[in-house]
């Protein structure tokens, strides 16, 4: 697949819609005119409209999954979590005494499901939306099955490990839409409205056209788990879920993906290759990278680069800085010239304020808000292909960095790259070594 240089206006105008959620927001611009008419953003409501109860199942009962469950409830009024699945009993007990003491929710026994096939027992009860929430290696499989039991979903971020389960996504969304089911997916700075009115004033042109993206998130190791003498190969490496690389992606795909979807937004189109490196220098556990650093190349000369680390007792940070002819900014809300002086700051309301327009609301709530919305009004939402996009060049610069070699996105979208077992057993899992990926060939001595 050859990509082409995109039209940043058309582009905008064709996807911006489906990236925030909310239907039929932008202003079309014709080639002819000679002034560009000024894209707006829509009110996001701090509260979906009531209507008749709308029932959720999760899948996927850990600490995210949970979270996701209470900032659905959050939402708005008549939504109840009905139904839960997880392979761990634990998962759902302690997701289910987390519900009952943050919402006095009680979820009955006979719709809580153990096992591997638990998301279809979810899927099969009385629910009308799916979240899913499991380990994003299972997340393709999970979002076919949703579609074809027509229920509405809110997908957490990333939404596939490899180029196999990305497009695997793209064609079951393709199906969500033919059918009317809305998908929402948990990258959550494109309905944050501090991060939403930053991109409006680039993409209005404040700081001119963009050049370029300097994007970091360094900070501190996450969490890992030791083997315990009776954990199979399958267990070890689900409750170690972020250490391997066929479960979460690696770091660049499973956390990263929330700053170069910021990138993918504002620049408006994929890369057409990538080259990068990265390395372990710290991990305890699992195969994956503790660092990377990757530039992505534009056909029209962009370049961007963007880097990730995960160590203790380093200098952390986060830049998100979208560069222009103009200016730059800061994509959380701030934008300067090339001087250094701010030309323009997102009006941060004062703390304790709830009544200003410019009143930020939790994104992970926000999120459920504007799917209970679309549901509601039956205007129907999907911001999955911007999201499938973003989850393959997290993919792409992460296959640069494991091989050491540049890879195109013609090269990522032909790729059969599959990541982990087809069958799921509590057993050994052959397929997966507990390897560290090494680039290059063997410098040997003359």
């Known amino acids: 697949m050859k990509t082409t240089n995109i039209n940043r206006r058309n582009f905008i ?4 819609v489906g990236t925030m959620g ?48 209470v900032n659905f409830l959050d939402a708005g009024p008549n ?42 027992k979810v899927l099969d009860s009385d629910i009308d939306i799916v979240l899913l929430c499991t380990p994003p290696h299972f997340r393709p499989q999970h979002v ?17 490990v490899d180029p196999v389960g990305a497009r695997s996504v793209l064609a079951s969304a393709k199906k969500a839409e033919a059918i009317g089911l809305s998908m929402v997916s948990g990258t959550i700075r494109r309905v944050q409205k501090d991060y939403m009115e930053t991109w409006r004033q680039v993409a209005n042109g404040l700081i001119g056209e963009i050049t370029g993206a300097n994007i970091i998130r360094n900070g501190g190791a996450l969490w890992y788990r030791n083997r ?36 993918n937004w504002h620049v408006g189109q994929n890369p057409v ?115 499938v996009n973003s989850t393959l060049i997290t993919i792409m610069g992460r296959m640069a960095a494991y091989t050491g070699k540049e890879i195109t996105w013609e090269e990522l979208m032909n790729s059969d790259l599959y990541l982990g077992p087809k069958t799921y057993v509590f057993g050994p899992v052959p397929e997966v070594k507990e390897e560290i990926p090494v680039v290059g060939i063997e410098n040997k001595p003359t």
């Not at 004062?350 to 205007?379: C, M, Y």
């Open 13 to 16: 105008s064709k996807t911006a």
């Open 22 to 69: 909310i239907a039929g927001i932008l202003t079309s611009c014709s080639t002819q005119k000679t002034k560009k008419e000024e894209i707006k953003l829509p009110e996001l409501l701090d509260f979906a409209p009531d209507g008749k109860v709308l029932k959720a199942g999760l899948i996927g009962c850990g600490g995210r999954g949970t979270g996701a469950a």
């Open 79 to 120: 939504l109840q979590i009905t139904a839960l699945g997880d392979v761990f009993q634990d998962k759902i007990d302690n997701c289910r005494a987390e519900l009952k003491k943050l919402k006095n929710v009680e979820i009955a026994d006979e719709n809580c499901f153990v096992g591997f096939d638990s998301y279809q």
């Open 144 to 160: 076919e099955s949703a579609v074809l039991s027509r229920k509405h979903i809110f997908m957490e971020k990333p939404i596939a």
């Open 228 to 263: 315990q003498p009776d954990w199979t190969d399958m267990e070890y490496m689900l409750r170690n879920w972020v250490n391997f690389c066929w479960l979460s992606g690696d770091h660049i795909t499973e956390q990263f993906i929330h700053e170069i979807d910021v990138m």
């Open 273 to 387: 290759s990538a080259i990068g490196w990265g390395g372990r220098q710290r991990r305890i556990t699992g195969d994956q990278y503790d660092f990377f650093s990757v530039e992505y190349v534009y056909d029209n000369g962009i370049r961007t680069h963007c880097a990730a680390r995960q160590i203790n007792g380093c200098s952390n940070r986060k830049v998100e800085q979208i560069n222009g002819t103009q200016g730059f900014a800061k994509a959380s809300g701030t934008i300067y010239d090339w001087k250094g002086n701010e030309i323009w700051k997102y009006p941060t309301p004062e703390e304790g304020d709830t009544s200003s327009p410019w009143k930020v609301t939790n994104p992970f709530v926000q999120e459920h808000i504007n799917l209970v919305t679309a549901i509601r009004t039956g205007k129907t939402i999907s911001d999955a292909e911007a999201q």
